[in-house]
C-alpha cells in the first residue's frame, strides 16, 4: 500500500475562518511533508516533519500551523488566511528525512484544493 | 541558491514520437534526483537516480544522471496519449538542519497528439 489520503478534497474557506487539512499514511514512513502548489507551478515545501518533530519550516506564515499527532497523521491547521494562499495542498511521506540514510522517493497524497474567498 | 532547471518548459508531439526531457541542478549536499509525473492532482513517483550513468527502466521510461555535468534526462518512447502530463524533476539535498528537503523544477508540460 503505497497510499497517502488527505481530507477534503475541496475546502472555500473564508478569511476570518478556522479550518484543518488532515493527511494519513499507513505505509510506516517517519517523514512527512506538507507542499503548496499553486497554479502552473512545482509544489514548495512548507514544513518537514520527521518522526514526529518538526524539523524544517520554510519560513511559512504563522497563520499556517502544522501538527502532527501520530506517525500517520498530519494536520495543517488554517488561521486567517488571505486569498493569496489559494492553492493545492499536497501532503507527501517518505520513510526517512534525515542525514546519512539512504535517499528515499516520497509519496505524494491527492491534495487539498483550497480557496480562499 | 539551489536551482533545479528543466527544458522544454512544454512540448507537443504525435503519438508514437520519442520524447526527452530534461533537468538540470545546482544544489548544495545533493543526494538524489527524481522524477515524477503530475496529471489531475497528485505527483505521482516515477524514478530515483543517485549514481552517475546507470539507466533505469519502466516499460517505454528512462532515465539517467550524470553527476559530474549534473544534469538528468527522462526518455519516454512510443508516447501515448496517457503520457500527457507535467513532468517534475526534483532533487533531495540535506538541509542545514540535517534533514532532507525536496526541490522542484518548474515542469515539463508534455501533450501528445492522437
Known amino acids: 500500500d503505497t497510499e497517502v489520503t488527505q481530507t477534503p478534497k475541496h475546502l472555500v474557506m473564508g478569511m476570518t475562518n478556522k479550518k484543518s487539512l488532515k493527511c494519513e499514511q499507513h505505509?510506516?514512513?517517519?517523514?512527512m511533508y506538507w507542499y503548496k502548489q499553486k497554479a502552473k507551478k512545482p509544489p514548495e515545501l512548507m514544513f518537514v516533519?520527521?518522526?514526529?518533530?518538526?524539523?524544517i519550516n520554510e519560513s511559512v506564515p504563522s497563520r499556517f500551523s502544522p501538527e502532527c499527532p501520530n506517525s500517520s497523521l498530519l494536520n495543517l491547521h488554517l488561521h486567517a488566511l488571505q486569498p493569496e494562499d489559494s492553492a493545492l495542498y499536497l501532503c507527501a511521506s517518505s520513510q526517512e528525512g534525515v542525514a546519512g540514510g539512504f535517499p528515499y522517493e516520497q509519496y505524494f497524497g491527492p491534495g487539498t484544493r483550497l480557496t480562499v474567498t | 541558491e539551489d536551482k533545479v532547471v528543466q527544458s522544454p518548459l512544454s512540448l507537443v508531439v504525435h503519438e508514437g514520437d520519442t520524447v526527452t526531457l530534461n533537468c538540470s541542478y545546482e544544489?548544495?549536499?545533493?543526494?538524489?534526483l527524481l522524477w515524477y509525473k503530475q496529471e489531475k492532482k497528485a505527483p505521482t513517483f516515477l524514478f530515483m537516480l543517485?549514481?552517475?550513468?546507470i539507466e533505469k527502466k519502466s516499460g517505454r521510461l528512462s532515465s539517467i544522471l550524470d553527476k559530474k555535468e549534473l544534469f538528468s534526462i527522462l526518455n519516454i518512447t512510443a508516447t501515448q496519449t496517457g503520457d500527457s502530463a507535467i513532468y517534475l524533476c526534483?532533487?533531495?539535498?540535506?538541509?542545514?538542519?540535517?534533514?532532507?528537503?525536496?526541490?522542484f523544477g518548474t515542469g515539463t508540460r508534455l501533450t501528445i497528439i492522437p
Open positions: 516533519y520527521s518522526y514526529e518533530k518538526l524539523s
Open positions: 544544489v548544495t549536499n545533493f543526494r538524489s
Open positions: 543517485t549514481s552517475s550513468g
Open positions: 526534483a532533487v533531495i539535498k540535506i538541509s542545514n538542519f540535517g534533514n532532507e528537503k525536496l526541490t
Open positions: 505505509m510506516g514512513h517517519r517523514a
